[in-house]
Structures are given as structure tokens and as C-alpha cells.
């Protein structure tokens, strides 16, 4: 190849400019590599890709990384003659494995597309969550595609959290994360002296292969699994949670003074003066936010002061770096795992009473009917004029407590003048057509043991939904500024139901002669005019969840899609910087525009990705420690009857919450009778063939407890009796059996849709339902 064609060939690179964003001496970018080994047609040797692309030596080091990191991402692999082909020409699928307790798993695919069932006998050389390139072989019995593994891309366990089991003079240790099926042969000179049942850390010394089982070694020792707290640590470790900060985060920020220096102020605007209070929990030790109200002709200043953490965390350093791996701050019943140390969580960057504190400002006119007619944002410095509890704020809008009307007898008029505020942009609200679901929150309250001592409500008062709407204001105006600004950003997104959630849910509703309507685009108008028509029914509980269910997820992406739920056109999070990475994200934005710049940020899309996946571990960590936190509760309650509703309906029971203490427990399909049950998906049903007995969401059960395992953190019921026995509308409907609903175990959530399959020895061309004695 002559020079002046290298020049050419690099000069065409479609992503040169991308390149040269990031690289002083830009490489070839992935797709021109792809493209030219697509041109050549045949497997390359690096040298073969080297002299094509002429790489220079300089470039090698480089060039052989980015190598090595498309084989990482299944991009190329190697064959057997360590020449490089594209993995899209050997129909191979590249992805991420998800492991199933019972041995088989599934291949999630980087490119998205249907889950790819692997059997056990392909799980037995890989861990939940290895990356590996698959190639279809077929369908399973349930007509599922299956893949085989063809490539291990790379394993992501090096350590892992379980409990010991002593096994034939060789320890062996249980992963504590079930998903990973394999237990662990510790030889004995490397197993710290563990005993059997201790919960201990290993450091993984050899993979699993289908010649040889894992092998590891014990490098911590946590404790017994009744020890208080221990739920907590086997979390951290079972998720991957980032637990401790590096010497050098915590330097940075202790490097800080500890009062904000006047030098500081420079370009702020000084709010110092103006009576902002924060309004939070009993227990919050970090204050985002501080609100003020005033009136302005006919119309309002809302004020929202925000902690201006992005003055203290600056990108790319250690801190940075570490909030961004955190992603946000984890909430344990008892404990707290924070985004940042607590020099800045809990000081510097806390809005604490009586201080000076630097901030960002979301400053608002809102007309009569609530609609933010203006607003800007600008840094300021803030001294707040009162750390107030939701209760103590409640009580004072009610009037029911004169020693609260004393002590703040001076707040009391802005106090008011927010709730004036609130009211209105609660009517605007009702305008937009976004509605607020009942939620059932609990509070664990713990004795001196650290176990659970009682289980209560946490009920949500006027003031909570005073802050809720000051805060969706500014978030709003956030997202509308960047976008006005054409800045980019991070998005709070909603999308609306599914087709096949749509479907389900009008199945549904039809039984009970209700229609959304909307056609195939509901809007939330739509979701808000069914809730007024539902109201004050006997099973409006049941038909608001049915309802929420059907929504999707919300998720952080710098395509703006709206948000569905709220009934905003653009949303994003602006507001709690200290404990979430996007608002940290969204205020370096805001800056960056106001001084007229672009901030820098390689890949949004991978911003997004990285705080969604850090979101669901974190909800994923605390559902885990408060399961085992109630299975705990409950062990010595084996025998006592209970009343409860029916919270879930899946293809092997039901799951059954229990009133007062809000517990749920499941009622497997084998205690619901002697029949043949059909799990009926979109009814949210289980349908008795002979019987014709329905079991279905809402209802009400007495049952009995009768298993507790602390180990897998399940509870299991009996049946004592069904107070609303119904008749099946659905007799002359022959209802899909579960096995055979191929659409429904699609529309599935991973978690319930990769739930243990029954195994009878049957027919795949039989009838399928499961006999329930």
C-alpha cells in the first residue's frame, strides 16, 4: 500500500473526528478496523491488520489495546489460528450471562433482542455475569432460542461472598448470590481455619471449566449468618456494591475547609438573608434542598436552593471517579453506604442550619393556575434558616401543636406561602392529567439486638407532597434549560406500556367492565380519567396496581422520550446531587451553559447505562437485606395464622402480603387445591380447571405460616381459607396453560420470567398444567 493510500485510508475513517477528540495521534477507529477486515473478507493476523492500516511503531502498544478491547466487547475473536474474525460472520452473539439458581441460565445480548436459554450443562464453565459469545442452536422445549457457549470474553467474578460447607476433608463455600449455581473447593491450607456456616469472602483461583470445578481461597472471614449487620455486609459483597473509599478520595475531600470561605462567593449571588428552611425526615443527615415562597402580584417566587456539589467534586479526579462507580447513595435499614465521604455528604455539601453553604438555584414565577412562566439558575450562597421534620411541618399547617406555632412562630408565614404554592402546582397537575398511586411504604423499627422489632407504615403528609412539588419544578426547568440551550444532558425517561402490556391490561380491565382509553397511544390523561371512574370500589387497590404495572420502567438517557408517568415532556434530576450521580451530571451542565461552554462528556449513552444499572443494584441490595430482615422476624412464628391479600400472581402461586406487618410470603400452586391450575397473565389469575375456582390479585386469604428459610430468604404458607371464592368467567375460555404461553413468558421481567421451571417428565406436545394436590 502506497503512502499517500494509508493517508487516505485513515483520512476516511468515518469516526476520525471522534478520534482526534480523544487522541493526540487518533488510531483507527473500531469501525474502520471492522470495515476493512469485512473488505478483506478472510480471517487477519494482527500483522495482516498492522501493515493494512499501516500502524507505525509507535502506535503498536495502542493499537494492541483496542484490540484486545473489541475481543473483550465480542466484536472479533480469535480462531484456532490466532487469526481475528468479525463475530457477526460466524453468527455469534455476544452478551451477558444471567445465572437461574437451578443450574441453567441465560445469554443477555449486548445488542438487546430475546434472552438466549443456556442449559446446565453450558452454565457448568461460566458464572453469572461472564461475558461470552454464544451461537444459537436451536429452541429449547419451551420454544425458547438456546445457545451454546463459544467463547468466554470475560469473567467478571474475582471475589465472591458465601457460606461454608465442610465436604470429604476439603472446604467447600456456597455463593451467598444463588444465581451463581457452582460451589467452591477451597483446599484446606487456604481456608482460613473457616468453620462450616460462617459466611467468609474467597478470591477466585481457578474458573469453572467442564473438567474442573471452581477453585478458591479465603481471604476474609465475616462472621457468623446470625450476627447483627451481617445481611447488610453479604449484600455489599453479593452485589458489588462500593463499600470503602481510597485513601485518596477521602484525602480530597477532607482537604477542604471546613467552613466555606468568602473567596468562595465570588459570582454567587448572596441569599444569605432570605429565609430558605430545609424540610426532611427525622433520620436525614445529608440536606439537599432548601425551599422559599413568595408572593409577587398575582403571581409566586418559588425559590429551590440545591447543594452545589459539583463546586467540590471536579470530573475525572479519585472523587469524581468513585461517586461515578457508586452511582448513588444505598439506604439499609440502620446503615448507609454514600455516594460521597461524609466530609462532604454530611459538612460541606449538606445545607445544615445556621451555616454558610454554597448552592445552586432554581428561581421561579409561577402564575395563579401553576404553570412556571420564568425561571434561571445561577450559584449562590445560602444560609438556611431551619432544619424542619415533614411531621413538624404537617403539624404546623394543620395547627395542631401551639409549641411548634411558637418555636417557629417567624417561619410560619413562608411556611405558608409554600404551601399556597403547592396547592396550585397541585392543580396544574391534575391539568397535566398526572396522577399519584398509593404507595405502601414500610418502616423497619429495630430493639437493642439489631433485629426487627415491629414493621410501621410510613404514612405521607401534606408536607411531603409540598417538597415533591417544588422539586418536580425545578427538575423540569433543569431539563427545559438544557434543551433550550441545546446542551446535552441526562434524562429522567418514562416510556408508556408496551403493545403487550397494553393488551394484558385491557384483558384485564374488561373483566371488570372498565376500558383505557387512548387506543394504542394511552396517554396518562387516559390512566388518570380510569382512577377517577375506579374510585371508591371495593377493588380499587387492585385495579391501581394492575395499572401502575403496566408502565415501564423509568431510566436515565440522553434521548429525551418524556416522562410518562409525571406527564412532562422533559425531565431530569436536578435536585439531589449529593446522593445521585445524574443531578451531580445535570448541575455540571447547567454551569457549563451558563459560562457559555459545552461540558465534556465522551459517551452519554454510557452515562445512562452505568446510573440505571447502579439504581436497580442498589433497589436489588435493599430488597435482599429487608427480605432476610422479615424472614428473620418470622422464624418463630411457624403455626400462627394470618389475614392477607393476594400481592402477586405468578405461574407457580401466589404471593400473599400480611396485614399489619406487611410481610409477603408465597403460596405455592400445590396449596391452592386438588385441581389443575392455569396461570392466566393477563388476569392476573390462577384459574382451577375442574373447579373453576379463581385466585386472583386482591384478594383475601387467610393463611398459615409454615416454612421460614433464612438462607434463600423465603417464607411459605398454607392455605386455611379463600374469603372470596369466585366462579371463572373464563370456563367456556380454554385459558392458555403457563407452558404454552410463549407471549406471556416474553412480557415477563427477567426476575419472574427466569424463575425455576417445573420439571415433570411429560410431553412437549401434551397439555400442560400443574396438578395441584
Partial sequence: MTKSKKNSLRLSDPQKDREAMFYDHPLPSRELILNIMTEQGVPLSIEQLVHLLEINESEIEAFNKRIRAMERQGQIMRNRKDDFCISEKLNLIPGRIQGHADGFGFLIPDQGGDDIFLSSREMMQVLHNDRVMVQTIGQDRKGRPEGKVIEILERKNETLVGRVVQGQGVTIVAAEDKRINQDFLIPYHLDMGAKPGQIVVIEI??????????MGKVVQILGNYADSGMEIE?????????????????????????KVS???FKG????????????????ARDFDDAVYAESIDKNWRLIVAIADVSFYVQPDNALDKEAFDRGNSVYFPRRVIPMLPEALSNGLCSLNPHVDRLCMVCDMIIDEHGKVISYK????????????????VSAILKETSPDLTEKYKSIIPHIKNLESVYRILTKQRHVRGAIEFDSSETIMIFNDQGKIDRIEPVIRNEAHRLIEECMLAANVCAANFLIEHEHPALYRTHEGPTEERLENLQIFLAEFGFMLTGGDKPTIKDYAALIEKIKGRPDEHLLQTVLLRSMQQAVYSPDNTGHFGLAYEAYAHFTSPIRRYPDLLIHRAIKATLQKKTMPASNWHAFGQHCSMTERRADDATRDVSSWLKCYYMQDKIGEIYEGTVAGVTSFGLFVSIDGIYIEGLLHVTELGNDYFTYDKARHAMVGERSHVIYRLGDRLKVKLVRVDLELSKIDFSLESHQEVQKSPLKDRKPKSFFKDKQAHKSKTRATKHKSPTKPSRSPKSKKKIRAK
Fill in 205 to 214: 483461583t481457578a474458573q469453572p471449566s467442564f473438567k474442573s470445578r471452581p
Fill in 234 to 258: 453479604i449484600a455489599l459483597r453479593k452485589h458489588q456494591l462500593p463499600y470503602n473509599f481510597s485513601e485518596e478520595t477521602i484525602r480530597i475531600a477532607e482537604s477542604f475547609s471546613k
Fill in 262 to 264: 468568602e473567596n468562595d
Fill in 268 to 283: 454567587r449571588v448572596d441569599l444569605r438573608d432570605l429565609p430558605l428552611i430545609t424540610i426532611d425526615g427525622e433520620t
Fill in 377 to 392: 439558575f445561577y450559584p449562590s450562597v445560602m444560609e438556611s434558616k431551619a432544619r424542619m421534620t415533614y411531621t413538624d
